[in-house]
């Protein structure tokens, strides 16, 4: 009997680790970059708060109808990493200097939910797991009826509540004189 339950042990084991990951979201697909128009090199302030953690970085954003690159800066100016989609997939270029708790696919759909149109994210996740609802300036991304983020704001500020990262990001201009990083965006 007891050898039987150890041979049974690692098939157990394996099963309670499918099973844990079931639920758990795939990585949202993304929109065609076609269909976000095209973005000169924008300079942004970005504040996560995570619990009782809050981070600054600077992020510099580039858009065209065949890739897209986000660098992320400290706030004194060094390169942390660089995110670039493209139709090759969502990857980090390999002069990244610290290794980041998260995938390029999952900062990419982040990205993808707060940028793209509502018309390119519904198609996108068309047949898929995924849904969007957007009521004014404010979007809801579901993955199997499961609420993953709300991103609320305009193309110039916005606040994007992550509950599957636990986390709140800030995304405001760097040239933002007010402090709007620590409130709200404001109601363009």
Not at 84 to 96: K, W
Not at 118 to 130: K, M, R, V
Not at 146 to 163: K, L, M, N, P, Y
């Amino acid at each position: 009997m007891r050898r039987s339950i150890l041979y049974r042990a690692p098939l157990i084991a394996a099963l309670a680790l499918l099973v844990g990951c079931a639920g758990r979201p795939v990585d949202a697909p993304p929109p065609e970059l076609a269909a976000l128009s095209e973005m000169g090199t924008r300079m942004q302030r970005l504040t996560f708060l995570q619990q009782d953690q809050r981070h600054e970085l600077i992020g510099v954003l580039r858009h065209d109808e065949r890739s897209l690159r986000l660098a992320l800066l400290s706030p004194q100016g060094q390169r942390l990493l660089t995110l670039v989609q493209d139709d090759q997939g969502a990857r980090f270029l390999a002069d990244a200097s610290f290794d980041p708790p998260f995938s390029a696919e999952w900062l990419a759909s982040r990205l993808a939910w707060s940028l793209w149109p509502s018309p390119a994210l519904t198609q996108a996740f068309g047949g898929t797991g995924w849904s969007l609802a957007e009521d004014g300036k404010e979007r809801t991304i579901r993955y199997r009826n499961q609420t993953i983020a709300h991103v609320i704001g305009s193309a110039e500020c916005r606040i994007i509540d992550d509950f599957e990262g636990d986390y709140r990001l800030y995304i405001a201009p760097l040239d933002d004189a007010t402090e709007r990083t620590a409130t709200t965006c404001p109601a363009d």
